[in-house]
Each structure stands twice: as C-alpha cells, then as structure tokens.
C-alpha cells in the first residue's frame, strides 16, 4: 500500500509546514531580533551605544506609543553635507532628521496605530552615509519607551 | 550517473591488510569498522562541521559569515533579491551610504560598481537566499538582505557545499579504491587539512564550493568519455561554467578535462582524434559553459563596456619570481607546512594506479600549474586565512593520490600502523591549529617561525 502510504506523509509533512508558517508569521522572540547594529560598546564617558550600518533595524513592543532614540554622529559634516537620518516604523516614514555635530541627539518617535495587529513594531533607520570598512553609520544609545 | 565502461585499464585492486579475505587480525577488524563507516561517513563529516560552524557563532568566535571576501561574494544576493538591481547601486544606496569597499570600486569612465569577486558563490546560493527572503516577508522579519538570518542561512550552504562534494569524492575513490580507503581518506581531506575550516569560519569564502565543483569533475568526466550524451555533455559545461564563475583563475582546472587519461604523447594524438569524433559533446558542453558564464560577462559588460576585464586593478602576478618555497614549505603559508599530511599524497602520485593512474598526468599538471599560479600572486600568502587556502580548490585531486599512498601502506601491518599513528597526529595537529586560529591566538597571516614556536599547541 505504497500509495496511501505516501499520500499520508506529504499531508503530514504540508501540514506540519503550514504550522511552522503560522508560528513564523508573528515570532514572540521577534523582540529580540536585530540588523545592521554592532555589539554594544561604551564611549569614552561610559555611555552604552550600537554603532549602525547604512540600514538598521530593530523591534519594540506593541504597546510602545512613545520611543525616544538616542543619535550621536561622529564626523557629521563630510564636505559640508550633514548626515541624515531617516526613522521608519513598519516601512513607513515616521522621522527623519539632520546631524551637523558631534553631540548625542534624542529623536523622538511618536508610534502610530499598527497596520496589523502584531507582537512588535518594526522600527528602521537609515542613514544617508556611513565611514570605515565596516560601513559604521551612527551611535545609538539605549532606547526609552513610553506605553 | 555511472561511467557505462571504464576507458582507463583497469586492473582488479590487490588484496591487501584492508580487504575482506585479509587473515582475521586486527587490521581485518578495522577494514570491517571502517567498511560499515563509510555508510555514514559523509553525513558524519557533515555534522561535525555543523558542530564547528555552531562553536563559532553561537560562540561568539567571529561575527556573521559576511565579512572580509565574504561580502564581496554575498552582495550580488541582497542586490539582486532584495533590489532587484545587479548594478549593486542601490544595495549600496541601502546598506552602506553609498558607497562599497574591500574590493568593489568604481570602474573609471563609467563611475559604476565593480566587484572582483565574481558571481559564482551567490549564483549557487541564491535559492536559500530567496526562500530566507520570502520568509523574512512573512514573518517581519528584517528584510534588509543582511539580517542573522540571511547570513546565516547562506553561511550553512558551505555545509551542504561540503557534504555534496565530499560525497562526489567518495564515489570517485570508490572507483579505484576499496571502502576502507576511501573512508579513511574523506577523513583526512576534511579534519587533516584547513577543507573544515572553509565551510566554518569562512563559509562565504568560495573555497569550499570551488572543492565540490571540482569533485562533481572528476566524477563527471569519465562518464563523458564513456559516452558524451546530450544530457552528459550539458552536466560536463555546466560545471566547467560554475567553476569558472565561482573563481575566474579556476579555469586552469578545465585542463583536467582534456588531459583525463594521458600518459603518454601517443594518447595526445589518440585524445585529438577522440575530441574531433565527438564534436557535437564538445560543443554542447561548451555552449553549457557559456550560457552558465554568460551573467557575469554581461555584468562585466554594463559596468566596464568590455566584456572580458581584469577586477583586480591594483594587483599582480609576478611570474618571473613565484615564491614556489614559501607557498609550499613556509611557515607564514606553506600548504605542507600548515597541512603536512598533504605529503602522503604527494608520495601516492607514484603509487597510483588502476581506475586512479588515468587522473595521474591530469591532477600533476593541473596542480603543479595551480600551485606556479598561486605562488606568482603578488599577496601568495592570500591574505589572512588558515593554511594556504589557494589549496583548498585542489584537496579534491590529491584525494586520490592520498588514497593510493594509504592502500599501499595498509598492504604492510608494520608499516600500516606506523602511517595510522603519524597521520592521526598530523590531524590531530590540524584541528588544533585550526582552533587556535578560530580564538585568534595563532594569527591568521605573516606568521614567523619565532611566533609558531612561542604559541605551538598553546591554548588559555
């Protein structure tokens, strides 16, 4: 009975695939997830900051409705041209601001009503240059969120 | 794919210390084990490296696979997959502030991105990429085309890339050799010398796609020779392509093709002959070839207006001073040196025969040529790596004469347990270099004598 035999594994085997896609579809581990952030480091006042790439991009819970980000650019003026930064909460633009110096700036992030009702929002930031083999953009400090 | 009649002479293998009808000893015990090992000795290879690989990054050894070469060869994913444009303009756009180093500079005259690291690596990874980007979209995950996920999801293809290749080698030895010997030797061109590494902590590197490919050769070619069908002839180009575009200087080892089977200067004449009967094979397996290189030379096209160019702009071959001695016997790189099993296998050149002898012309030729080519690279030391990984491409080809040195060992129980103790210790002495190197207390380049000394077998 080789047949039903395996009708019975592909079922089990599709079925076992749409599970692993529904769990996948909004991960509570999700929070924990990262991209485009280096290894936190402590500048020579002892504050805590991730360097970012061109792209980085991080999670908050739901329930923030208020997030404040730390910024700092170092060598922000390159030929005059200050560096920007554009903030991104689920792909839509949120903020997005200029840096002409070398002080730490706390960009706040008013968080809209979510489009989808999911565990965390997807907050990006890009920034328009970055400096070294390692593609470093800015400084971000540790995050303070308001529910 | 089998070869329907060997056209190599073919003599039966001996009986030696390692064959079944050996008398009942403790050498017939092990051929027994090892026999019933070579079951499962790929797999096993497999997942011990998936062990290192797992040590290395969830160990916090390095950051993610994308770095140094490897982000040469990875950003045709992300540019493609993600941006829908090769140009990489917009990739850079998005991840880099517009700007791309390490071996990706803007072509004078037309201002656009070149990246000397070809194609080949992304073009055989991009179906995982693809399937980590679609899942990326779904979840929420970050789809950046950088994220942990894609990297390493790329990353664990060199594990399969391993495995595949390690897999095509075994049914290459076991053309000539017996199932003993061919687990022995998988063994010892995985753990003895820096093969495991590769797939490791430079998974992105093209080193280990190079060593399948040229496996997927060497199991390929007597089966054309055999009988050049369509299908053949297609399989034959296509990798001949994958192999140029996965590392341009590579295609010194399509000269394994022609040379398949030489011994003797009659055999040139026979082989032309042969070539010419077979034309249609030939041209098909070239038209394969092309149209699998034919991507890289229109990127090269759209960014330069030439279609065949030199990416490596300000570096060198210097073929009048090849520093034959160093990349062989030194101990900044030597591959003997930092792989001393490897001279096993130069012994087995004069030790092959049977089904192997008829590579025996081919691997000397095209791995004396390989090694004459690395040795005139104006950094032969190829930058930072563990042992010479310009050697890495060939462990498929001395493969075989490595077989062959250790059948001949094991005809001789003195002599057999002699080569088992030295050839343990030397992988034994690859693993622990390999590690020292993974915890960055061997350097990785320009090691001295004065500093192997110092740090030999030393671990915190």
């Not at chain 1, 819970?61 to 730390?70: H, K, M, S, T, W």
């Not at chain 1, 110096?101 to 008013?110: A, F, G, K, L, S």
């Not at chain 1, 809209?112 to 400096?131: C, P, Q």
């Not at chain 2, 017939?28 to 090892?34: E, Q, S």
């Amino acid at each position: 009975m080789a047949r039903p035999g395996r009708f019975w594994q592909w079922l089990i085997a599709a079925l076992a695939l749409a599970a692993l896609l529904a769990y996948l579809r909004d991960p509570p581990w999700l929070g924990g997830v990262t991209s485009g952030l280096s290894a936190w480091t402590r500048d020579a006042g002892g504050t805590p900051f991730r360097w970012t790439t061109g792209h980085a991009t991080f999670y908050v819970p739901a329930g923030v409705r208020d997030l404040i980000i730390p910024l700092r650019a170092i060598h922000a003026r390159r030929g005059h041209l200050p560096l920007t930064v554009r903030v991104e909460v689920d792909g839509r633009p949120a903020h997005a601001l200029a840096l002409d110096d070398e002080r730490w700036h706390e960009v706040h992030v008013p968080i809209g009503a979510a489009a989808a009702k999911r565990r965390h929002r997807r907050i990006e930031l890009r920034v328009n240059r970055t400096h070294g083999r390692f593609y470093r953009g800015v400084q971000v400090g540790e995050l303070k969120m308001a529910e | 794919m089998r070869p329907a009649a060997s056209t190599a002479p073919s003599q039966p293998p001996r009986p030696t210390a390692l064959a079944p009808e050996a008398p009942r000893s403790l050498f017939a015990a092990a051929a027994r084990v090892l026999t019933r090992a070579e079951r499962g000795v790929v797999v096993s290879l497999a997942l011990l490296t998936l062990l290192g690989y797992g040590v290395i990054y969830a160990g916090g050894l390095a950051r993610g696979p994308v770095r140094s070469d490897g982000f040469g060869y990875f950003i045709y994913l992300p540019a493609v997959i993600v941006h829908g444009d090769p140009s990489l303009e917009r990739v850079a756009d998005d991840c880099c502030g517009g700007r791309l180093v390490h071996g990706i500079a803007r072509w004078p005259g037309t201002n656009r991105f070149v990246n000397q690291y070809p194609i080949g690596v992304a073009t055989l990874t991009a179906p995982v990429f693809a399937a980590v980007h679609a899942l990326s979209l779904w979840s929420g995950l970050p789809t950046d085309g950088f994220s942990p996920f894609y990297q390493h999801g790329v990353g664990l293809c060199a594990i399969l890339a391993l495995a595949a290749g390690l897999e095509l080698l075994r049914r290459v030895l076991r053309r000539a050799y017996s199932p003993a010997i061919a687990t022995v030797t998988l063994v010892i061109i995985t753990l003895g010398t820096n093969l495991a590494h590769y797939a490791t902590w430079d998974p992105i590197y093209s080193h280990v796609y190079s060593f399948a490919l040229i496996c997927a050769l060497l199991y390929v070619v007597p089966c054309w020779y055999d009988s050049p069908t369509t299908r053949r002839s297609l399989v034959l180009g296509a990798i001949s392509g994958l192999i140029v575009l996965v590392r341009h200087p590579n295609a010194l080892f399509l000269l394994l093709i022609p040379l398949y089977g030489i011994a003797h200067l009659d055999d040139v004449r026979s082989r032309a002959t042969l070539i010419r009967t077979r034309w249609r094979g030939v041209l098909t397996a070239i038209a394969a070839m092309l149209v699998v290189v034919l991507p890289q030379l229109a990127l090269y096209r759209a960014a330069t207006g030439r279609w065949i160019v030199s990416t490596y702009r300000e570096q060198w071959f210097d073929f009048a001073h090849p520093e034959i001695v160093n990349v062989l016997f030194s101990v900044t790189k030597g591959v003997f040196f930092w792989s001393p099993v490897l001279l096993v296998a130069i012994a087995g050149f004069f030790m092959m025969r049977g089904h192997a002898r008829v590579w025996r012309t081919a691997i000397v030729v095209v791995v004396a040529l390989h090694a004459y080519v690395l040795a005139a690279w104006w950094d032969w030391q190829m930058g930072a790596s563990y042992g010479h990984r310009g050697f890495t491409d060939t462990l498929g080809l001395l493969a075989l004469p490595l077989a062959a040195a250790l059948e001949r060992a094991a005809a001789r129980p003195r002599l057999a347990a002699a080569a088992a103790a030295l050839i343990g210790a030397a992988i034994a002495l690859s693993i622990a270099q390999m590690i020292q190197v993974w915890l960055g207390i061997m350097p990785m380049h320009s090691v001295t004598w004065d500093q192997y000394q110092r740090l030999f077998l030393r671990f915190p």
